[in-house]
């Protein structure tokens, strides 16, 4: 977010009073909160769900979304805990950590199964070339 020229909130307890506790302090293959998934985003088509749990362990988090990105989840107090570009196939930013959850949530599952489908599409659609010594090389 910042490096496309959105901003941060640098630590969520001292900035904003109202806010959830967004270090869980329990094992992070357990369930913090819920998020709001953004109708039409990326998430939602992957995650097919209005809402999702997810697990917390941040202190900062985006402040202003950067003017190329969207939020596409809401904590319920607001934060933003996923970002997304439009422009791109797949550009996606989440705060939690679904490598702690994958195996339980099938929500969370969907996250890994999507970004490898578009990992494969992106090497079937620009196959790179490959130099004589065996280095690859874009074409």
Known sequence: NVACGGSLFQD??????????????????????TVTVTPGSLLR????SRSMRVNSSHHQSVKA????????ALAPDGIVEAIESPAHRFFLGIQ????????????QRRLFEA??????????????????DGEPVEP
């Open 12 to 33: 969520i307890s001292s900035q904003i009073s109202t806010a959830l506790q967004h270090r869980q302090r329990t094992a992070a293959t357990n369930i913090s909160h």
């Open 45 to 48: 088509r992957i995650v097919r």
């Open 65 to 72: 979304v950067a003017p190329s990105l969207i939020a596409s």
């Open 96 to 107: 939690w950590h679904p490598e702690f959850l994958f195996d339980r949530h099938p929500l």
């Open 115 to 132: 970004f490898l489908r578009a990992a494969r599409a992106q090497t079937v659609a620009r196959p790179l070339d490959v130099a004589r």
